[in-house]
């Protein structure tokens, strides 16, 4: 049981339920878990989840159709760890809760029990196509047919799925700011795969391993120094779950928005026209409490002349960076699985952004935007939801 | 595990539970029940494998008071055990075999008025400490008490019901001090109000107002009752004006006496907002590094009020004390580090070195430096079992003035069923020791109880269960606790 390998930080939890609805000035939390916000049983925050996961191990409880839906309900937006105390390898700073619910969806995995319906037919187009859409595995490189993009180079971009069959704009706005910034990127192309970032969520472990030996070995053979990645999750899957599979990468990752600030530092990015603009931040889970890269995106949001930016907030308290409310996209599992699930707390989001009075809405992760997005939709609300790429790209007068 | 009163049964209560409170606010997979069950910091004493409790049989989020009277109205036909639960991160719940757990929690938490005139707060008794803190902040005002230590899923019903010890204790006593009213869903339904709510155009003058009127103090016998005798629906609080200036020390002591006897001295000033003082060389150090190896206590404390002068003259003379018993100031810093509003964060970093063990006791300070040293000597015997080789402490947090919550306790790796059996066995052995030394229980949960009631003298217990026989004719609200 892969459980068994979290025993010791399951049982470190002692049920203080922090991580479930806390208000606290002192903290600076308003509210803590989004699924729970929603679903009001313990059982939906990590607490009551920790709860079940002892039971588990003792054996005094079987994965059911319910607690396996149950667990696929987590976003894993790591709002819990973030007012944890408790991890035992690392005093002072929180359960890896993310960790211990994908372990649990590699049990239920492993035993034939999951994931649900929604997300296997999802995890069988990738398995075919190479992606989650289902599109021809040939047109991911569609996007950059008139680039001119060499297969091998010091800097890599890798656009992952959404934005090469989704949003290829995202793709080419990030490769053109970078080009136009002097940097020789190169692109692996067709040989590009899924990274495998929704199949470890969805417990697909041993899918998710194919993916990345096959991404990793290209990785390689292209004799990349640096990874740049424009989705979240690519960028995490890369830095954070690729060396547990393959050990130490022999290339550094960077999320895009880490580049685009250093080029700002250094003046190889410019902005010479006013952007008279009100706009909003949200951090991807995660771009931000996965990885801490807070700053950065801001740092280029905040030289582009005219532009205002606005930070979100719960009535008095932040909610940007690391207090960060999740949009819902749950790392591409509660979308699928649980679509009002997802919308519902995208809502909650779209209020926070609402409350701002911006224009538009900027973010660094293609499924939040496309999770805010649909919420929008859904409420009928005027507001522009950009890549903060793009944004950049339109900023510095580039045509995408 | 699972205690069903039988297929039909639990479909027919599941049903009309659903009816009362609408069908998305039941909850019944057993999944469901493992993760609403706790003992918070006695984890130890939890499912899955506790002797002390067991699953309930639903789990029901009433949203009004008037859904719990029906409730219980069906638990008394029914002949249904209704057991109660606040946040869940507590301590003092009940001896769970099957019923129904009702919680009241962020179901019913909403702030009903803040009397600004008459310095009270109404709440539904779901309200957090925390959130109730943080609404009052915009007011310029706050509860004295602040919540138990460390929790901020704790409830204020739940608090009271168990007679929390937390933050700012020391000034402000325990969570019941403050309480001004009630209202209460009796064990047959009835709904009452206590204090000056007990007079139906009382609330005209001030909601709550005041709790010694209109008779015997009915408000008292629902604190630390752990609702035997009612389930608190509201709770009516006083609160104080947001302090302006606050000040941090901290001090420590090279002989464990000199150390409570300052502490005790400076509680009795009424100047320390909170307080508190780590016991013994090896969880002295343990929370202030920064001090001199060979010191036999660590305390911190915190002054507010509202003008600069009179706060640092009231800090001049805690420092006195201080200095007089032998103590040497070590700086805000440290204090400031384990400060006690943001949560009692001196507690979740201990948590990180193995799970607590150990007995929450109140004594007079006198009794402090003998039960340190019988304690430790317990926990040197049984090392083995701690997560980390020397993973133990002693907490002293002086309580209204006078008086002080005790708290021994070992770090244990429960993660290996071997020593949570036997750390199981240590419990009840630690609160033998308690007990034998006149400690008592500011709450009396499955844990404690079966230890606490064998040294009360038998009227008490009889007067009790008189009590709850009068209140209760069909024991359904939650049975079993205090042996009723």
């Known amino acids: 049981m892969r459980l068994e390998k979290w025993a010791l930080h399951v049982w470190r939890c002692f049920g203080c339920l922090i991580c479930r609805d806390t208000i606290s000035y002192e903290r600076g939390v308003y509210k803590v878990c989004p699924v729970y916000d929603q679903m009001k049983f313990d059982h939906y925050c990590a607490g009551g989840r920790m709860k079940i996961a002892k039971a588990l191990l003792e054996g005094s409880l079987k994965y059911s159709k319910g607690l396996v839906d149950n667990i696929y309900t987590c976003v894993g937006c790591r709002s819990c760890t973030e007012v944890c105390a408790v991890n035992p390898d690392n005093p002072g700073k929180g359960l890896d809760i993310n960790l211990i619910i994908r372990a649990m969806r590699e049990d239920i995995v492993n035993a034939g029990l999951g994931p649900p319906e929604p997300l296997k037919k999802r995890d069988l187009r990738v398995q075919k196509e190479g992606n989650p859409f289902g599109k021809p595995a040939h047109e991911r490189s569609t996007w950059a047919e008139d680039l001119k993009l060499s297969e091998k180079g010091e800097f890599l971009y890798f656009p992952g799925c959404y934005a090469s069959f989704e949003n290829p704009v995202m793709a080419r706005a990030t490769t053109k700011i970078l080009k136009a910034a002097g940097l020789d990127i190169a692109y692996l192309g067709a040989k590009e795969r899924c990274c495998g970032h929704i199949l470890f969520e969805d417990g697909q472990r041993f899918l998710a391993e194919e993916y990345v030996y096959h991404n990793a070995g290209a990785f390689t053979d292209a004799n990349v120094t640096k990874a740049i990645f424009s989705c979240a999750g690519c960028y995490d899957t890369f830095k954070n779950h690729y060396p547990g599979v393959v050990g130490k990468l022999p290339f550094e990752t960077f999320h895009s928005t880490q580049i685009l600030a250093e080029l700002v530092d250094v003046e190889k990015i410019k902005f010479h026209k006013n952007v008279e603009a009100k706009v909003t931040y949200h951090d991807p889970c995660h771009l931000g409490r996965h990885n801490a890269v807070y700053e950065e995106p801001r740092k280029v949001l905040q030289n582009i002349p005219g532009l205002k930016l606005i930070e979100m907030k719960r009535d008095d308290l932040p909610s940007n960076r690391s207090k960060a409310w999740c949009c819902g996209g749950g790392g591409g599992v509660v979308p699928v699985a649980f679509p009002n699930l997802s919308l519902k707390i995208a809502l909650t989001r779209l209020d926070d952004a609402i409350a701002t009075g911006a224009d538009t809405l900027i973010t660094t992760c293609p499924m939040c935007l496309t999770n805010l997005s649909i919420a929008a939709k859904v409420r009928g609300v005027n507001m522009k939801f950009c890549d903060l790429n793009v944004f950049v790209a339109k900023a510095m007068g580039i045509t995408i | ?484």
């Not at chain 2, 104080?240 to 001090?251: A, D, G, K, W």
């Not at chain 2, 040497?328 to 001196?346: H, M, V, W, Y």
């Not at chain 2, 079966?450 to 609200?477: C, G, M, S």
């Open chain 2, 1 to 484: 595990m699972l205690n069903r009163v039988g297929h039909e049964m639990h479909h027919k209560l599941y049903d009309v539970l659903s009816g009362v409170v609408g069908p998305e606010n039941v909850v019944d997979e057993d999944y469901a029940l493992f993760a609403h069950v706790a003992f918070g910091g006695c984890e130890i004493l939890s499912l899955p494998e506790s002797d002390l409790t067991g699953l309930p049989e639903i789990v029901v989020k009433p949203q009004t008071t008037m859904q719990i009277s029906r409730i219980l109205k069906i638990a008394n036909r029914t002949r249904t055990p209704v057991h109660v639960r606040g946040g869940g991160e507590g301590v003092g719940s009940t001896p769970m075999h099957g019923g129904i757990l009702l919680c009241i929690e962020d179901n019913m938490n909403e702030i009903i008025n803040i009397d600004k005139e008459n310095y009270t707060v109404t709440v539904q008794a779901g309200c957090t400490w925390t959130k109730l803190n943080y609404e009052l902040r915009k007011h310029g005002l706050r509860t004295g008490f602040m919540g138990p230590h460390g929790c901020c899923a704790a409830t204020i019903a739940g608090s009271i019901a168990s007679n929390s010890i937390g933050i700012c204790g020391s000034k402000y006593g325990l969570a019941g001090s403050a309480v001004t009213a009630l209202e209460v869903v009796l064990p047959t339904s009835d709904i009452i109000r206590t204090g000056s709510r007990t007079n139906i155009n009382a609330d005209k003058l001030g909601v709550g107002y005041y709790r010694y009127c209109n008779g015997p103090d009915s408000t008292g016998l629902f604190i630390g009752s752990q609702g035997i005798f009612g389930l608190i629906t509201e709770v009516t609080y006083e609160v104080i004006n947001l302090p302006t200036v606050r000040m941090f020390e901290s001090y420590y002591y090279k002989d464990l006496a000199d150390g409570v006897k300052a502490t005790q001295k400076q509680a009795l000033t009424g100047f320390p907002e909170d307080m508190m003082l780590s016991c013994g060389r090896h969880s002295s150090i343990n929370i202030a590094p920064e001090a001199p190896q060979d010191i036999e206590a660590f305390a911190a404390l915190e002054i507010a009020g509202y003008d600069e002068d009179a706060v640092a003259w009231q800090k001049d003379e805690v420092d006195r004390i201080a200095k007089e018993q032998g103590g040497t100031i070590l700086g805000p810093e440290p204090a400031e580090r384990c400060t006690f509003d943001a949560g009692g964060t001196q507690w979740p970093p201990s948590y990180a070195l193995g799970t607590y063990l150990g007995p929450d006791i109140i004594i007079p300070p006198s009794a402090v430096p003998k039960l340190t040293e019988v304690y430790e000597d317990f926990f040197r015997k049984n090392e083995d079992l701690m997560a980390v080789k020397g993973a133990y402490s002693f907490t002293e947090f002086p309580l209204d003035r006078r008086v002080c919550s005790f708290h021994p306790a070992m770090m244990i790796d429960q993660s290996k069923r071997d020593v949570r059996k036997r750390a199981m066995k240590l419990f009840h052995e630690m609160q033998e020791i308690k007990n034998a030394y006149g400690g008592t229980s500011f709450y009396v949960g499955p844990g404690e109880m079966q230890h606490t009631v064998k040294w009360w003298i038998p009227e008490y217990h009889h007067f009790l269960r008189a009590l709850k026989q009068a209140l209760d004719p069909n024991n359904v609200l939650n049975p079993g606790l205090f042996m009723l």
